[in-house]
C-alpha cells in the first residue's frame, strides 16, 4: 500500500477536521490513517488516481489541498 500525504488549506477548527476526514472517508479506494489541521494522511493500493479523487473530495468540502512529496509516494512525470 502507497502512504500519501495532503496539505490542506482552510481547516481552522475540530469541525474542519470532522468534515475534512468524512470527505476523506467517502472517497473510494482512500483508507484514511491521520486527519489534523492543515494535514491528512492515507493509504491506497493505487498509485496516483485517489489522490486525485482525494483532493478534489476535499475541494469540494471546502478545503482546497495538493500533494506532499514523501517517501513512500510514487512520483509520476508528466507524459507516464
Do not use: W
Amino acid at each position: 500500500m502507497a502512504e500519501f500525504t495532503l496539505r490542506i488549506d482552510g481547516m481552522h477548527c475540530g469541525s474542519c477536521v470532522r468534515r475534512a476526514s468524512q470527505a476523506l472517508a467517502s472517497t473510494e479506494g482512500v483508507v484514511v490513517k491521520e486527519v489534523r489541521i492543515g494535514a491528512a494522511r492515507f493509504e491506497s493500493n493505487e498509485d496516483t488516481a485517489p489522490v486525485d479523487r482525494a483532493i478534489a473530495a476535499l475541494d469540494k468540502a471546502g478545503y482546497p489541498a495538493h500533494l506532499e512529496q514523501n517517501e513512500s509516494a510514487p512520483t509520476v512525470q508528466a507524459g507516464q
